[in-house]
């Protein structure tokens, strides 16, 4: 944690508008009052396990009972210990048993503009196909597989026939670069890829074979890679290895009984970024995560039988494993999928899109309202909304008049807006308002969810008074938790369980509670930016840097960004001999590019002959923020080892 943070956690909103639920619609939401909240609230504090339990048996569909409902070995948690269920058979199997068999599962619209939607028993019979073709290219139960795919329905297959058979998937974002799928696959030891020859992105194809290819050279690990065709682009195939989806789909069974899987297996590993180097290999688990992504999706989203519900997230982010795949699925929701870009071909796509399949629920990030408010109200208002009842957010702080925008313009100031609190190692929402009971303030989380201790505490773990900022905490384990970080389970203690007494679970993020007791978060405490709601860790984009032959070193920081909420900015060092100029600033923004993605590549590359550290040589990375965004120190410099270099860069404005 840096001490710069500390000064930033006493900025606060001060923001007054709230807006109580419609009495129209808390009447028919699942959840209708305040006082209906407050009774489950208390009754989870009571008995939490019980709480829990009582959730589990009736949202779940388990195939062996537990025996005990939580073994908490801090910061180990196991939940529903001895109970086995399988994760697809609750989002496919069970449906096909009701009238859902033949609801629509999935309605995809790709980029180009083709259209294909699958029914339940229609997914269920692909995500068989897929398992069995899994298990005859050696997959098995633990092992690891890559899903590395454009937002089509097959990335949903992958992803539920690992599910089915016990392999852990690690979907690995198809905007990554080849460098850094490989690094992914190398720390999972995933013995297979999923991918497609190419998706769609504004127009043009994102070449994700020929960036497996690049990967898969320097991977012992992978044996099979499966090829969807999506783009029909010609893509080179390596016999024994690659395979064509279509070819091994079509020869392989429809009918796949699902094996019954431990609680505790791990469903799946997703990588997100922390403050040293290394992504972290985030792992969950099967029945506690699932629980609480159902719960979730029923209770957040008021998810109704008839809803149509659209959670604009790619499946690499994990938005897109809990609210677009398991979630909605295992409530037999019915879900759209885009595979594209919000502006193409023109800036209301998305509002064509709720439009033409009358989208009741949708769910999206800050950084892309902000987009639609700059590209203008006209967009919107040439098409028909009127469909849409609830509207959520996620991924970083909303700023009110974004809120008020999403309120106004998109809502038809009649829907309520869910802004919804969590982490990849949350694995599912923890404070959000319940759209029919909850009074909401533009710009706040408002309330923890019934049995989510969620705590605003100093560093000793001591609540904080209402008003205060202090540390975003979680005082007791939840069903959907983390269970480690793959292969460094005393990295997973020391990132989230060592920085505060009291065995509580530390998120990253700094809070404030206002008067009623509503929750602000006021962004990371440590050195991960959100950029337009992705997490990246200071400390990758500057090994990236590093890893350029001229580059001595390298300071990352974030500067507020008006679309992308934080910009990056790098502060670089060049070895002897290298020279300074503006072709040199591209190849490193390039350079980034290519290790990590476009979306770690730096708005700014400052040179600098050295970085301001402290006496200790630790950078003073809040100096440079403080340059990077408004060109002045104000701050304490008294800690600093030489002056001069951070004179210098001043200068360079
Ligand atoms: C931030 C995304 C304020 C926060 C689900 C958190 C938010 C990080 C919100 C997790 C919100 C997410 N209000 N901040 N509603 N939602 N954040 O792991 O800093 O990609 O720690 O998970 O995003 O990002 P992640």
């Not at 295992?330 to 879900?335: M, R």
């Not at 205060?468 to 020391?494: A, F």
């Not at 290790?595 to 440079?624: N, Q, W």
Request: glycine share 8%; with cysteine.
């Amino acid at each position: 944690m840096t001490d710069a943070n500390h000064q930033h956690l006493e900025s606060a909103l001060d923001e007054q508008r709230t807006f109580a639920p419609n009495p129209a619609f808390s009447a028919k939401a699942h959840i209708k009052s305040m006082a209906d909240y407050k009774a489950m609230v208390a009754r989870a504090e009571r008995d939490p396990e019980d709480y829990w339990s009582e959730h589990a048996r009736n949202l779940l569909q388990w195939s062996r009972p537990w025996k005990q409902v939580l073994d908490w070995q801090p910061p180990s948690a196991k939940w529903f210990v001895g109970g086995e269920l399988n994760v697809s058979v609750n989002c496919l199997d069970r449906h096909l048993e009701s009238v859902r068999r033949d609801k629509t599962a999935i309605l995809f619209e790709g980029e180009p503009g083709d259209r294909r939607s699958l029914t339940y028993a229609e997914l269920h019979a692909e995500v068989c196909k897929l398992a069995n073709v899994l298990a005859t290219l050696g997959v098995a139960k633990g092992d690891r597989v890559a899903i590395y795919m454009p937002m089509i329905p097959e990335a949903a297959v992958a992803m539920l026939a690992c599910a089915r058979i016990g392999a852990t998937h690690s979907v690995v974002f198809g905007g990554f670069s080849a460098d850094a799928l490989r690094d992914r696959i190398n720390d999972a030891g995933a013995k297979l890829v999923v991918t497609a020859d190419g998706g769609y992105r504004r127009g043009t194809i994102v070449p994700l074979k020929a960036n497996v290819d690049a990967a898969v050279a320097q991977t012992p690990s992978i044996e099979n890679v499966l090829v969807v065709r999506r783009t029909g682009h010609n893509v080179a195939m390596q016999s024994g290895r690659d395979h064509w989806y279509h070819d091994v789909m079509a020869s392989a069974s429809g009918t796949h009984k699902a094996p019954s899987i431990e609680s505790e297996h791990p469903l799946f590993i997703l990588y997100t970024s922390g403050t040293t180097g290394k992504p972290k290999g985030i792992v969950h688990s099967t029945a506690g995560y699932l629980l609480n992504c159902v719960l979730t999706t029923k209770l957040v989203f008021d998810m109704k039988e008839s809803d149509v519900y659209w959670c604009t997230a790619d499946v690499g982010w994990v938005t897109g494993h809990s609210y677009v795949v398991y979630g909605p699925l295992a409530l037999g929701a019915t879900v759209v999928m885009y595979e594209g870009a919000p502006n193409h071909p023109e800036p209301d796509r998305f509002w064509e899109i709720i439009a033409r399949y009358r989208v009741s629920i949708f769910y999206t990030a800050p950084t892309a309202i902000r987009a639609f408010v700059k590209w203008g109200d006209q967009w919107p208002q040439k098409h028909d909304l009127s469909s849409l009842r609830l509207l959520g957010t996620v991924g970083e702080p909303i700023n009110p008049e974004a809120w008020m925008w999403y309120h106004r313009v998109i809502g038809g100031e009649r829907c309520p807006i869910v802004d919804t609190w969590w982490q990849t190692e949350t694995g599912g929402i923890m404070c959000a308002p319940l759209p029919g009971a909850t009074t909401t303030k533009p710009g706040s989380c408002t309330l923890p969810l019934p049995g989510v201790a969620l705590e605003v505490v100093d560093k000793h773990g001591h609540p904080v008074p209402f008003g205060k900022g202090g540390l975003l905490i979680v005082r007791r384990p939840w069903p959907s938790m983390l269970r480690t970080i793959w292969g460094d389970h005393e990295r997973m203690k020391q990132t989230y369980f060592s920085d505060i007494p009291g065995d509580v679970y530390f998120t990253g993020d700094g809070a404030r509670r206002d008067a009623d007791g509503y929750f602000w978060v006021m962004g990371r405490v440590d050195d991960v930016l959100n950029v337009a709601g992705h997490r990246l860790g200071t400390m990758e984009i500057e090994s990236a840097l590093v890893s350029h032959p001229s580059v001595a070193e390298a300071a990352v920081v974030g500067r507020p960004d008006e679309l992308k909420g934080t910009g990056i900015v790098a502060f670089v060092s060049l070895k002897k001999g290298a020279d300074v100029s503006d072709t040199l600033k591209d190849d490193l923004k390039k350079h980034v590019t290519k290790e990590i993605g476009a979306i770690a590549r730096p708005d700014d590359v400052r040179f600098t002959d050295a970085l301001p550290k402290t006496r200790s040589g630790k950078i003073m990375r809040r100096l440079l923020r403080e340059l990077a965004s408004s060109g002045e120190i104000k701050g304490d410099t008294t800690t600093l080892e030489d002056f001069a270099a951070l004179e210098k860069l001043r200068d360079e404005d």
